[in-house]
């Protein structure tokens, strides 16, 4: 499966205003804490892969995930493979992956607020040391990248937003291009 995904900066008092106008369904509010862990054989940042524990709490609650992202797919948009399974305890998980030879690059914090419109979910995040940011994303199998890329891209524009401003930049990256030290 693939994650099909425009990321631009954006004023979220505007984008709730369009959301509601559009009839999107609010899913829910969470924290996210993000630690990006590099290889013993190769630099994540050169092959352009990420592998991450995520920590998420909602309602009081936390949740880990493991998360391996492959190479972006693709001139327009944030496409690439994903695959995630589901953790029971990420402080465990983390242990392993340094004990492997794994090394912990960064850690990224953001408040999401998620929405449903029209088969996308929109995210409002808000990063620490960032900023203000939108997602629009699906899911697709190959075949169907470039309509959900088109379709993405209509979402974006419905929002009143210019898909050329799309960072393909992770949160990650601009973090370390923004001067912040490696873990």
Do not use: C, W
Not at 21 to 49: H, K, L, M, S
Not at 158 to 174: H, N, Q
């Amino acid at each position: 499966m693939y994650e099909v995904e425009m990321k631009l900066r954006a004023e979220h008092e505007r984008l709730h205003e369009r959301l509601e106008r559009r009839g999107a369904n609010r899913i829910d509010a969470v924290t996210q804490r993000d630690t990006y862990y590099d290889a013993p054989t190769r630099d994540f940042a050169e092959t352009d892969e990420a592998l991450r524990i995520r920590r998420e709490t909602r309602d009081g609650e936390t949740r880990a995930t493991l998360t391996y992202k492959g190479p972006l797919v693709g001139e327009t948009s944030k496409t690439r493979e994903e695959r995630e399974t589901d953790l029971s305890d990420g402080d465990v998980m983390g242990s392993i992956l340094d004990s492997l030879g794994f090394s912990a690059v960064e850690t990224v914090e953001k408040r999401r607020e998620r929405f449903s419109l029209e088969g996308y979910t929109v995210t409002l995040d808000t990063v620490t040391d960032l900023g203000t940011f939108v997602e629009i994303e699906t899911e697709a199998i190959e075949s169907d990248l470039d309509a959900a890329r088109k379709g993405v891209g209509r979402t974006v524009e419905s929002l009143g937003l210019d898909p050329a401003d799309e960072i393909r930049t992770s949160y990650l990256e601009l973090l370390i291009e923004d001067g912040h030290d490696r873990e």
